[in-house]
């Protein structure tokens, strides 16, 4: 595994070439008073967004390939949500919910609810990604505190390797992005276990169809279980389609379906983490529509509210509410931000223009255009090994040598240079670095992950600008 290093380049181990490789985006002499990612190179400044581009202080169009980190699913500056955000303003910001409701935290939760057609009965809404994942482990573990009769035994989790659910202590310990979690393992949680990822890149076996790698992956999470006890695990945590640490993995057909009925035969939840996966970014609204499963417990966050608020939800079903109403009557947990008016309001307003708009069918047409072209440019390059997706998410991985899918050593932190190149001004693309895939250190992929209301000619410009940034830092 690769060193960790506080300059942004924990992914990657050492030698990440901050301030060594002549594109430092003309940003780096800039003082700053703002505790950035990279602590010695602030990043470019952006001083507005139109659509799917950002404009930085220098008069540079960005082209958003990325959504940030697949956020801004309306692209930037929709007025219908700024009129919308402003008129909740004008009635009143902020109200704590330990106290009080609002309509606007009413009317989200029930957008929430009535998109899962049934599954979930309630909304939790916070204001991180990574609030909703914590909130969804001391869920499940509460559930069971409260159910009778009562299995206080169930305290452990099991997730996967490979997986990213965010960056607090509890969130980090269930996922399992090694980079993130090298400084702090000592104290990371030791009631979490994990097991195989889907990524049938790397790790389905050359004698293995798609049914027996799903089998072994499924005997896998059934002999964990075995092996913790299995009425002691609390709950499986997985990303629907894995984000942030392989750079976009959809699960197998089938893999999803057998590891709910390992939980099921076992009595434990399902917890899917949608936080990147979630809210249209696949084609559908719940990334599990196309599994064929549903979970127990569900987050969403990014395409929630599509930036234009911090902003993101715990969905619970109607066992586990009815479990702690007629129970204790309340979730042990709150935070002051919780249901806030105005994100609540930005999100209703992105939520009803997905839907008025008819974006998911623009996922879905533009998604299939994305990665026809990413194949048609990229198939026959030297040093891609697999070029993965669904809806407007894909990923490429780069190797080192195709045969042998050898990856590029960390120290030469190849993602995010190409994503330092892709930002120069003759380039203007954002694309979504990472570095977790092999081992959660190793194996460089970018991620795209457009607006969901993007164009044809913009998806070709993303492709484009994006094969000739690989070029430069890669070779022809
Ligand atoms: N879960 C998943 C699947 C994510 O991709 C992320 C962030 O990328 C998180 C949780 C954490 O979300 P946040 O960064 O909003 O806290």
């Given at each position: 595994?690769?060193?960790?290093?506080?300059?942004?380049s924990?992914?990657?181990?050492?030698?990440?070439?901050?301030?060594?490789?002549?594109?430092?985006?003309?940003s780096?002499?800039?003082?700053?008073?703002?505790?950035?990612?990279?602590?010695?190179?602030?990043?470019?400044?952006?001083?507005?967004?139109?659509?799917?581009?950002l404009?930085?202080?220098?008069?540079?169009?960005?082209?958003?390939?990325?959504?940030?980190?697949?956020?801004?699913?309306?692209?930037?500056?929709?007025?219908r949500?700024?009129?919308?955000?402003?008129?909740?303003?004008?009635?009143?910001?902020?109200?704590?919910?330990?106290?009080?409701?609002?309509?606007?935290?009413?009317?989200?939760?029930?957008?929430?609810?009535?998109?899962?057609?049934?599954?979930?009965?309630?909304?939790?809404?916070?204001?991180?990604?990574?609030?909703?994942?914590?909130?969804?482990l001391?869920?499940?573990?509460?559930?069971?505190?409260?159910?009778?009769?009562?299995?206080?035994?169930?305290?452990?989790?099991?997730?996967?390797?490979?997986?990213?659910?965010?960056?607090?202590?509890?969130s980090?310990?269930?996922?399992?992005?090694l980079g993130?979690?090298?400084?702090?393992?000592?104290?990371l949680?030791?009631?979490?276990?994990?097991v195989?990822?889907?990524?049938?890149?790397r790790?389905?076996?050359?004698?293995?169809?798609?049914?027996?790698?799903?089998?072994?992956?499924?005997?896998?999470?059934?002999?964990?279980?075995?092996?913790?006890?299995?009425?002691?695990?609390?709950?499986?945590?997985?990303?629907?389609?894995?984000?942030?640490?392989?750079?976009?993995?959809?699960?197998?057909?089938?893999?999803?379906?057998?590891?709910?009925?390992?939980?099921?035969?076992?009595?434990?939840?399902?917890?899917?983490?949608?936080?990147?996966?979630?809210?249209?970014?696949?084609?559908?609204?719940?990334?599990?529509?196309?599994?064929?499963?549903?979970?127990?417990?569900?987050?969403?966050?990014?395409?929630?509210?599509?930036?234009?608020?911090?902003i993101?939800?715990?969905?619970?079903?109607?066992?586990?509410?009815?479990?702690?109403s007629?129970?204790?009557?309340?979730?042990?947990h709150?935070?002051?931000?919780?249901?806030?008016?105005?994100?609540?309001?930005?999100?209703?307003?992105?939520?009803k223009?997905?839907?008025?708009?008819?974006l998911?069918?623009?996922?879905?047409?533009?998604?299939?255009?994305?990665?026809?072209l990413?194949?048609?440019?990229?198939?026959?390059?030297?040093?891609?090994?697999?070029?993965?997706?669904r809806?407007l998410?894909?990923?490429?991985?780069?190797?080192?040598?195709?045969?042998?899918?050898?990856?590029?050593?960390?120290?030469?932190?190849?993602?995010?240079?190409?994503?330092k190149?892709?930002?120069e001004?003759?380039?203007?693309?954002?694309?979504?670095?990472g570095?977790?895939?092999i081992?959660?250190?190793?194996?460089?992929?970018?991620?795209?992950?457009?607006?969901?209301?993007?164009?044809?000619?913009?998806i070709?410009?993303?492709?484009?600008?994006?094969?000739?940034?690989?070029?430069?830092?890669?070779?022809?």
């Open positions: 595994m690769g060193d960790y290093r506080p300059d942004g924990e992914a990657l181990g050492a030698h990440v070439p901050i301030g060594t490789t002549g594109n430092e985006l003309g780096s002499s800039r003082q700053s008073s703002v505790l950035y990612h990279h602590l010695r190179q602030p990043p470019l400044n952006i001083v507005g967004g139109r659509g799917s581009w404009i930085t202080d220098s008069g540079q169009e960005i082209l958003d390939a990325t959504c940030g980190a697949a956020v801004a699913c309306l692209g930037h500056s929709d007025k949500v700024h009129d919308a955000i402003m008129e909740q303003l004008q009635k009143f910001p902020y109200c704590y919910s330990m106290f009080f409701t609002n309509n606007a935290a009413e009317e989200l939760s029930k957008i929430l609810v009535d998109s899962t057609e049934g599954v979930m009965s309630r909304a939790y809404v916070v204001s991180s990604g990574t609030e909703a994942v914590e909130a969804s001391k869920m499940a573990v509460q559930y069971f505190m409260e159910m009778s009769p009562k299995q206080p035994q169930r305290v452990n989790f099991i997730a996967r390797k490979q997986s990213y659910h965010g960056n607090t202590l509890g980090l310990s269930v996922g399992h992005h993130r979690r090298a400084l702090y393992e000592k104290i949680a030791k009631n979490v276990h994990h195989s990822q889907c990524y049938p890149y790790e389905m076996r050359d004698e293995e169809s798609m049914d027996t790698y799903v089998a072994r992956l499924a005997q896998e999470l059934e002999d964990k279980f075995q092996e913790l006890g299995p009425d002691t695990v609390c709950a499986f945590v997985a990303e629907t389609v894995t984000g942030a640490t392989l750079g976009c993995v959809p699960a197998l057909p089938g893999y999803l379906k057998a590891m709910k009925e390992v939980c099921q035969k076992h009595g434990a939840l399902l917890i899917l983490d949608e936080v990147m996966c979630g809210m249209g970014r696949t084609g559908t609204l719940h990334a599990w529509e196309q599994e064929g499963v549903t979970p127990d417990l569900q987050t969403v966050a990014k395409g929630l509210g599509g930036g234009y608020a911090p993101a939800a715990l969905l619970v079903n109607r066992r586990v509410v009815d479990t702690l007629q129970g204790s009557g309340a979730f042990s709150s935070q002051t931000y919780q249901g806030h008016p105005v994100s609540c309001a930005a999100a209703c307003k992105v939520q223009i997905i839907r008025d708009d008819h998911l069918a623009n996922v879905r047409e533009m998604g299939e255009y994305l990665g026809q990413l194949h048609e440019t990229f198939d026959k390059y030297a040093h891609v090994g697999d070029i993965r997706g809806g998410f894909w990923a490429i991985e780069f190797v080192l040598d195709k045969e042998t899918k050898q990856a590029y050593p960390p120290s030469q932190a190849v993602a995010w240079t190409i994503h190149t892709a930002l001004p003759e380039y203007s693309v954002s694309v979504l670095p570095s977790g895939g081992d959660g250190v190793n194996g460089d992929h970018i991620c795209f992950a457009p607006p969901y209301n993007c164009t044809r000619d913009e070709h410009m993303i492709v484009h600008r994006a094969f000739m940034a690989v070029r430069k830092v890669l070779g022809e």
